[in-house]
Nanobody
Framework: QVQLVESGGGLVQAGGSLRLSCAASGRIFSDNTMAWFRQALGKERECVAVISWSGGPIYYADFVKGRFAISRDNAKNTVSLQMNSLKPEDTAVYYC?????????????????WGQGTQVTVSA
């Protein structure tokens, strides 16, 4: 079992920044893939960014390219999402997720473990 706990969400004005963090604990194996997803009210969960075990970002959704950056620290078992130039449409609950088998996957049902989510609200 793997436990994931997100932090760093909150309320910010458009154009502002937030940094989300996710701490993983439990049976963490190497070569996993970690990702950030988000789900806005009434919408489907969508992939925001994916990062490989080696630390190389392997996917960014078009709607965050150039604004968000994903990173990870394997020694601390953490993954982060730096969010800049936030827009009201970025408002959502943000989740971190782990896929044990690794690989470049953006579908939410390919991920094995999930955090409880952290709310990000961007005001106009």
């Amino acid at each position: 079992q793997v436990q994931l706990v997100e932090s760093g969400g909150g309320l910010v004005q458009a154009g502002g920044s937030l940094r989300l963090s996710c701490a993983a604990s439990g049976r963490i194996f190497s070569d996993n893939t970690m990702a950030w997803f988000r789900q806005a009210l009434g919408k489907e969960r969508e992939c925001v960014a994916v990062i490989s075990w080696s630390g190389g970002p392997i996917y960014y959704a078009d709607f965050v390219k150039g604004r968000f950056a994903i990173s990870r620290d394997n020694a601390k078992n953490t993954v982060s999402l730096q969010m800049n130039s936030l827009k009201p449409e970025d408002t959502a609950v943000y989740y971190c997720a782990v896929r044990v088998a690794g690989g470049r996957w953006v579908q939410w049902n390919r991920y094995d473990y999930w955090g409880q989510g952290t709310q990000v609200t961007v005001s106009a």
